[in-house]
């Protein structure tokens, strides 16, 4: 079946624009996980998705943060006004509910000049 | 706060070899620890996961272990092969309540060579 995936898988922007970075979920996986992965670091939690609960947005860096689902499935992570620090690679994974294995997405790699 | 490190940063070996990758956190009271692996392009994949009232877990060539007096995990490779090479992270869930919040380490780069 397939797995998690992610569009675009690469994305370049000027700072200040807005970027919106997509994840399809496995279908039937209600949690969905969103995380950031920069040079030399770890990955970085910033949004989590439970079925209709409250999105638990602790990880996001600043307002200029954002993620929707909608549906239950598809989520967008939007970045607006963007600056040279929030190059990374965006990581999307989705889990069964209580699950303990999350799978990932292959990711999009964004590059802010 | 929960820190985890992971040593080597990267390693190269020639085929066939045994070898260790080593994990450690400086918080024992963890839920389970998570060993994933990240190809380029390709995201992560979930290998092993440990609970924290189990010492190891075995899948094909691969056995991790976990210690938790000690703050360390080691994922154990065998007859290591070019098709291994890739990151390998491990994550630390720190509490039942808190799955979403991995603790993870910068990973072990990992070469087998032909």
């Known amino acids: 079946g397939a797995g998690v995936s992610q569009s675009p898988s690469n994305k370049v922007t000027e700072k200040g624009k807005d970027v919106e970075l997509r994840c399809d979920p496995i279908s039937g996986h209600t949690a969905l996980y969103w995380y950031r992965q920069s040079l030399g670091q770890g990955l970085e939690f910033l949004i989590y998705f439970q079925g209709n609960s409250a999105p638990d947005k602790s990880g996001l860096p600043s307002d200029r943060f954002s993620a929707e689902r909608t549906g239950g499935s598809v989520s967008t992570l939007t970045i607006q006004r963007t600056q040279q620090e929030d190059s990374a690679v965006y990581l999307c994974?989705?889990?069964?509910?209580?699950?303990?294995?999350?799978?990932f997405g292959p990711g999009t790699r964004l590059t802010v000049l | 706060k929960q820190e985890v490190t992971q040593i080597p940063a990267a390693l190269s070996v020639p085929e066939g070899e045994n070898l260790v990758l080593n994990c450690s956190f400086t918080d024992s009271a963890i839920y389970n620890l998570q060993w994933f692996r990240q190809d380029p392009g390709k995201g992560l994949t979930s290998l092993l996961l440990?609970?924290?009232s189990q010492r190891e877990q075995t899948s094909g060539r691969l056995n991790a272990s976990l210690d938790k007096s000690s703050g360390r995990s080691t994922l154990y490779i065998a007859a290591s092969q070019p098709g291994d090479s890739a990151t390998y992270l491990c994550?630390?869930?720190?509490?039942?309540?808190?799955?979403?919040?991995?603790?993870w380490g910068l990973g072990t780069s990992l070469a087998v060579n032909p």
């Open positions: 994550a630390a869930r720190p509490n039942a309540g808190n799955n979403r919040k991995l603790i």
């Open positions: 440990i609970q924290s």
């Open positions: 994974a989705s889990s069964l509910v209580g699950g303990e294995t999350q799978y």
